[in-house]
């Protein structure tokens, strides 16, 4: 299959510490077989278009098979329309713009005035649809009289049945899959929009590339249509020449990519979500593990954490028994701390329990507060694995504080949810009992990359938050790791064997 990516950038952020540079992009990209890929300069994005723009076209110049994505920044306003002619004459097709980022809105006059320039001259336009509620209607609205063609990326799980809804009024609308992280959202997407609206893009090199063709190769769909989202899409909407193809690499499988096991997914979620995805219960998530080769999963009910703390944890209860694969957490909560001890000690009398989750942002709680840290000394006192989602708005706050009770409780497992980088991974280095699994809607390898090197492989799990987000996505992540023999045995499966005594 002709692979066409839809997405890609290069440079530098000023922000964090990943590795974006033109060679690792192109590594990426070949190593994954795509044979054209649209891309730009975040010089463009973050300082200055012109100099930005420059410097993808000098890219696609030394790699043909990269195709310009321009930018323009409308707050710099007096010279964006020479910059639109510009690009045009050197032959971009695609301009990407970055609202948020930049922190201008598409209900302004300059955006108005840059769409009425582009509006005839075969261009395509590519926008976020992440972000406020409503972006995604916001920008059909905005940009329908105009008859260009509009890329939306970032659509997720909790956007999704708003973009579905925007798309089936306004064919104008294409979506880019690179977000589509939750179970099934490709089929989904082709059921309700079809598969000639969507187009394949990965992100890369900040984001996972076999992630992002696990999500289209895993689908339930023919293999005309993966062909379709893939590139067939992206030449059709560019009046790409295939001939800038030839000699490239093609996608030699239709299959996804999974990885030789065993492996155990330390993060896993049943219950019904507020989002356009199946609810197909333990069968449902026992179907999505067999797909992508997983064995074992530990699972939290969905009710307990977002509502009832005691029906929720009787209901997963009674989900899991019989299913040998599937062991649970006890959910916890600091606002009901007595209840929360009851239930530790009902469900650690079953088997198939095998440790705690305490989600600080659905309680509204923190790591640092007195409630918090009783509720965490009552799962300590126990010994039985904790694995924890921090408060959001302070993530290393919360680290420092988890660290102090680790080193207190040296034989006590704490497990933090969603990871973080190296520098998050440092606050932790010195206490073996925190570990990190990185299960979620994105997807960096750079990241666990780098806590691997600062925490070990001993300390590193396997996770994918599902029945929330998909779990071949995330296969895909742990591959572009490119893990070693030993690394992947540690942290596909022996390190939860290990501290659940599986």
């Known amino acids: 299959m002709l692979v066409i990516d839809v997405n890609t950038h290069f440079g530098m952020q000023a922000g964090g510490n990943l590795d974006l540079s033109l060679p690792r992009l192109v590594q990426e990209l070949d190593s994954h077989r795509i044979a054209l890929a649209f891309t730009g300069s975040l010089r463009g994005v973050s ?63 300059p955006f108005a005035d840059l769409m009425a320039k582009l509006a ?42 708003e973009v579905i809804a925007t798309a089936r009024r306004h064919p104008h609308l294409y979506i880019e899959t690179n977000y589509l992280s939750s179970p099934r959202a490709v089929d989904i997407m082709v059921g309700e929009i079809g598969a000639h609206r969507l187009l394949y893009g990965s992100a890369a090199p900040e984001y996972s590339v076999q992630r992002a063709l696990n ?59 507020q989002f356009p995805m ?11 593990m067999r797909q992508a080769g997983v064995d074992k999963a530990v699972i939290s009910s969905a009710q307990a954490i977002m509502y009832d703390l ?32 009851r239930e530790l000690d009902r469900y650690y009398a079953l088997p198939n329990f095998v440790g705690t989750k305490l989600h600080m942002y659905y309680s509204q709680d923190t790591t640092r ?50 990871g973080g980088n190296g520098r998050m991974a440092e606050v932790v280095a010195d206490v073996p009992n925190i570990y990190f699994e990185y299960g979620g809607s994105g997807g960096r390898p750079q990241d666990i990359r780098q806590a691997l090197d600062v925490l070990g492989p001993r300390r590193v799990m396997f996770g994918s938050d599902a029945d929330l987000c998909d779990i071949g996505k995330q296969i895909g992540v742990y591959y572009d790791l490119a893990l070693s023999p030993e690394e992947r045995e540690l942290v596909l499966s022996a390190n939860a064997s290990r501290i659940f005594k599986l």
């Open 47 to 109: 300082y200055d278009h012109e100099a930005g723009n420059r410097e993808t076209l000098q890219a696609t110049e030394r790699y043909p098979w990269l195709l310009p994505a321009a930018t323009l920044d409308p707050r710099r306003y007096l010279d964006w329309e020479a910059e639109v002619e510009r690009c045009l004459q050197a032959g971009v097709r695609l301009f990407r713009l970055y609202p948020e980022q930049q922190r201008w809105t598409i209900a302004s006059t």
């Open 369 to 418: 507060s007195s409630s918090g840290q009783a509720m965490l000394r009552a799962v300590a006192e126990r010994g039985r694995p904790l694995k924890i989602h921090v408060e959001e708005g302070d993530p290393v706050g919360a680290l420092r504080a988890l660290r102090e009770l680790a080193v207190e409780y040296p034989d006590w497992s704490i497990i933090k949810a969603h």
């Open 120 to 161: 005839g001259t075969g261009a395509v336009v590519m926008l976020s649809g992440r972000g406020a509620a409503g972006a995604p209607t916001a920008i059909a609205q905005t940009t329908a009289e105009y008859g260009l063609p509009v890329i939306l990326t970032d659509t997720f799980y909790a956007n999704m049945g």
């Open 310 to 341: 005691c029906g929720g944890n009787r209901w997963l209860s009674e989900a899991i028994a019989g299913h040998p694969e599937l062991l649970g957490y006890v959910v916890v909560n600091p606002n009901y701390l007595e209840q929360s001890c």
């Open 215 to 273: 999500e289209v190769l895993e689908a339930d769909i023919s293999d005309e249509e993966k062909a379709a989202i893939l590139g067939q899409n992206a030449l059709r909407l560019f009046r790409l020449d295939p001939a800038l193809a030839a000699g490239r690499p093609r996608l030699a499988s239709a299959e996804m990519v999974r990885l030789p096991g065993p492996i155990i997914d330390v993060h896993c979620h049943l219950g019904r979500w």
């Open 278 to 288: 199946p609810d197909d219960g333990a069968e449902g998530l026992l179907a999505l």
